[in-house]
């Protein structure tokens, strides 16, 4: 080995000590495509949402990401649904494009802080929000098992209207009946492993929760209690540790639990009409956690 060799090795150990392993970030590169779509829910329910997508084609779902603080998120949207947008992330310095159907926009953005920061389409008073267009970025340096929950609240009639015409809508006569979480309902749910909470007994989890519908929700776990380590909102609730924590509209939050005992155990959304889908329960925001040993 080469002395000038070992000097850099010794430089980079150096640097690692002093400044910690998560100060290097990765780029992260990824494309996200602003369509619209049938999304089908099951039990003959369907919703005419409007998504970052992960591909051309339409598939009702939102990209969410996950990042470590400092790396750089290397984004390019590309706006292939009929109506303009001007997409944005809440909280991120940044000139944002208004995008015309065809257009797209590259940003090299990074995340120094911890948090969940929520992407949205800003045009006609986020009008689009009422139609799915909202997704998050995850910051964290925290290595354990996560989870990625995306609530909203949707008016099928509204969404139907925004997606087809843009129309807008008088927001204070706003009635949700489908309540998605990663834009699944129960029990579809269940199928998403980036969702489904499944851990042992000691382990570190945490769940990445964001509202980014027009509802107050809330979650309450059974079994368990969880320990809020992150709000974007009220920071008076950091560190209490109990089973409800509620959401305002845009507010994320990360909860922590070390299961403490086996056992499948109910979460749903404790603003209960968000445990109904067009009117049925339990066809909305309800799942279970499953702890072994
Ligand atoms: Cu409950």
Not at 65 to 87: E, G, M, R, S, V
Not at 111 to 116: K, L, S, W
Not at 199 to 226: F, K, P, R
Request: net charge negative.
């Amino acid at each position: 080995m080469s002395s000038k060799f070992k000097a850099i090795k010794k430089l980079v150990l150096i640097l690692c000590l002093a400044f910690g392993y998560e100060s290097f970030g990765f780029t992260v590169t990824d494309t996200l495509y602003i369509n619209s779509g049938k999304l089908s829910l099951g039990l003959q329910d369907s919703l005419q949402l409007t998504v970052f997508g992960s591909s051309e084609n339409f598939d009702g779902r939102n990209t969410k990401f996950k990042l470590n603080p400092n790396d750089i998120l290397d984004l390019i949207i590309i706006n292939l649904d009929q109506h303009t947008h001007k997409a944005a992330i809440q909280g991120l310095n940044e000139t944002w494009e208004t995008l015309n159907t065809g257009d797209s926009a590259h940003y090299i953005l990074t995340f120094q802080d911890e948090g969940i920061f929520i992407l949205e389409d800003l045009l006609n008073d986020k009008l689009f929000s009422y139609a799915g267009l909202s997704t998050t970025i995850a910051v964290s340096k925290r290595f354990s098992k996560d989870f990625h929950w995306n609530i909203k609240d949707i008016n099928s009639e509204w969404s139907e209207e925004i997606s087809n015409n843009a129309t807008a809508v008088a927001a204070a006569e706003y009635e949700p009946d489908f309540f998605l979480l990663n834009e699944l309902r129960n029990p579809g749910i269940d199928l998403d492993s980036t969702a489904k909470v499944r851990g042992s007994v000691g382990d570190t989890l945490h769940i990445y929760i964001s509202n980014t519908g027009n509802a107050i929700h809330s979650i309450h776990l059974h079994g368990y209690h969880a320990t809020l380590i992150y709000s974007s909102g009220n920071q008076v609730r950091l560190g209490w540790e109990k089973d409800t924590y509620g959401l305002e509209p845009g507010e994320s939050i990360i909860l922590e639990i070390v299961p403490d005992k086996t056992g499948e155990y109910p979460v749903h959304d404790h603003n209960l009409v968000a445990v109904t889908g067009g009117g049925y329960y339990p066809n909305g925001i309800f799942t279970t956690m499953v702890i072994t040993e």
